[in-house]
């Protein structure tokens, strides 16, 4: 009975009390005996009442059952159910809820699964990562990472990126990311204690749906033995080049003597000296080459930065080129603009152009024509070399900055050349942070243009 007071039946209670209030009212005038008017109206309510509790049950208990099932299945207890034993649209509807219910936890264990699986993948990788987000905040940085750099995931989750990470290169990276948009690579040296790490960063934009810009992810490779093998292939090279420079240069001296007191030889002892002068010569321009490589390559590498008009250098260089363009009949006009300063290596730019004229005079043929001509805009500063001679064929094209490729080996090798020339511009170039750009038309000629940046700041090839 105490139930009938109770919250959600209570409002139903009060309504029948009012119907049977409104029929005693009504029937008060028809019925004179009280007797049978309180008859009445008590028959009115306990129908009345046996009704709605039979309703109660029916429906309005079944349906509360169902929304608190739903309530719980909304909070994530997928284990939440509802059970009611009849064919009709409750019972329909409790079947309903029910498989929802199922269906939704499975859908989440897979879902666990998944970003279980993903987290170990992250957390085990051997790379460090760090996700930032588009206004510069660490959002994830994992167990590599922080093997690598230290601290604890909460010391940099929840920062700023330039506040916890304190490399300038990392800084770079990111803004670099931000600014263009696409993957940026990176290398820089990293002490943890004593140890030296030599990492590779490769900042990778993320982008939604509408490819707006969301962050960025930072992957940081652990490159130390590769690069300590490189640096023992770079060291091997610059020895042995070191230790035979001596000994070729004693050979190619000896040889030069001996061939200047020739005169009482026999021709076929002669021409054995002259081979042994020209192959000495070959050899100590290979080794003088792999020793300007070396020290280009040189961690510790700086260039002498001084600021001179290109016009100046040209002047240097022409004398050292003359005999040869006269050798071979060419033509040589040059074509730079007035007081063309820049701010560079002297002797690196004054390398860059001997090789590049060097390689158009041997691969010209006589009475050809090679043209210098130096330009400037606000940034840079553009020397071209331009010959008529015989091209580089398109697929030899992106190959030729290799060390000892040679388009024709038998030909470059009757010019005395070793293949590195270009490679020695390449190196130069890129430390100089410039750019070079080839053309080239077989049996029309080539044109090669070095961009350099007007003023070159020191820079650290590893940087
Ligand atoms: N101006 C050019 N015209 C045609 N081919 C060229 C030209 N410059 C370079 N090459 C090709 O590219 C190759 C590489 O040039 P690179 O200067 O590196 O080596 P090299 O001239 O053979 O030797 P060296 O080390 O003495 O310069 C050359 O062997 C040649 O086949
Ligand atoms: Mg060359």
């Known amino acids: 009975?105490?139930?009938?007071?109770?919250?959600?039946?209570?409002?139903?209670?009060?309504?029948?009390?009012?119907?049977?209030?409104?029929?005693?009212?009504?029937l008060s005038f028809l019925i004179g005996h009280s007797f049978v008017l309180i008859a009445v109206l008590l028959i009115q309510f306990i129908v009345l009442l046996l009704f709605l509790l039979n309703f109660y049950d029916r429906f309005i208990k079944p349906v509360n059952k169902a929304t608190n099932t739903i309530d719980e299945i909304v909070k994530g207890n997928y284990r939440a159910r509802f059970h009611h034993?009849?064919?009709d649209s409750i019972g329909l509807l409790s079947t309903k809820i029910n498989s929802l219910a199922r269906n939704l936890s499975e859908i989440s264990i897979q879902e666990q699964m998944q970003s279980e699986q993903l987290s170990t993948i992250?957390?085990?990788?051997?790379?460090?990562?760090?996700?930032?987000?588009?206004?510069?905040?660490?959002?994830?940085?994992?167990?590599?990472?922080?093997?690598?750099?230290?601290?604890?995931?909460?010391?940099?989750?929840?920062?700023?990126?330039?506040?916890?990470?304190?490399?300038?290169?990392?800084?770079?990276?990111?803004?670099k990311t931000f600014l263009y948009e696409r993957n940026i690579k990176e290398e820089f040296t990293h002490f943890k204690g004593l140890d030296k790490y030599y990492i590779e960063i490769v900042g990778a934009p993320i982008f939604d749906d509408r490819n707006i810009l969301k962050g960025a992810v930072l992957v940081l490779y652990d490159i130390t033995e590769m690069k300590k093998l490189e640096l023992m292939r770079k060291d091997f090279v610059a020895n042995v080049s070191h230790e035979l420079k001596t000994p070729i240069t004693s050979i190619k001296g000896f040889a030069e003597t001996l061939l200047d007191n020739s005169a009482d030889q026999s021709d076929e002892n002669k021409e054995f000296l002259e081979i042994i002068y020209k192959e000495s010569n070959r050899l100590q321009l290979l080794i003088e080459d792999l020793l300007i490589l070396s020290r280009l390559e040189k961690e510790n590498f700086q260039l002498v930065l001084s600021t001179f008009d290109v016009k100046e250098a040209i002047h240097e260089i022409t004398p050292i080129i003359e005999h040869k363009l006269t050798e071979k009949k060419l033509s040589f006009s040059t074509d730079v603009e007035p007081n063309v300063e820049l701010t560079a290596d002297k002797?690196?730019?004054?390398?860059?152009?001997?090789?590049?004229i060097d390689n158009a005079i041997n691969y010209t043929p006589e009475a050809g024509e090679i043209n210098l001509s130096a330009a400037e805009d606000d940034e840079s500063i553009y020397?071209?070399?331009?010959?008529?001679?015989?091209?580089?064929?398109?697929?030899?094209?992106?190959?030729?900055?290799?060390?000892?490729?040679?388009?024709?080996?038998?030909?470059?090798?009757?010019?005395?050349?070793?293949?590195?020339?270009?490679?020695?511009?390449?190196?130069?170039?890129?430390?100089?942070?410039?750019?070079?750009?080839?053309?080239?038309?077989?049996?029309?000629?080539?044109?090669?243009?070095?961009?350099?940046?007007k003023v070159t700041g020191s820079k650290n090839i590893l940087d």
């Open 122 to 175: 992250i957390e085990n990788t051997q790379s460090g990562l760090v996700l930032i987000d588009s206004k510069g905040y660490i959002h994830f940085v994992n167990k590599k990472f922080i093997t690598l750099f230290g601290n604890s995931s909460k010391a940099y989750q929840g920062y700023l990126y330039y506040d916890v990470l304190n490399n300038e290169i990392i800084h770079e990276t990111v803004q």
């Open 1 to 26: 009975m105490r139930f009938l007071f109770k919250k959600p039946i209570f409002g139903y209670v009060i309504g029948i009390f009012l119907v049977v209030a409104f029929t005693a009212i009504l």
């Open 347 to 356: 002797e690196k730019v004054k390398q860059i152009m001997l090789n590049l």
């Open 85 to 87: 034993p009849t064919s």
């Open 383 to 453: 020397l071209q070399i331009k010959d008529t001679g015989i091209g580089i064929a398109k697929e030899s094209l992106p190959r030729i900055f290799e060390r000892f490729y040679r388009v024709d080996k038998a030909r470059s090798r009757n010019t005395g050349g070793t293949g590195l020339g270009l490679a020695i511009v390449k190196h130069i170039v890129e430390v100089h942070d410039g750019d070079i750009q080839i053309e080239s038309e077989v049996n029309e000629g080539t044109t090669i243009t070095v961009i350099l940046p």
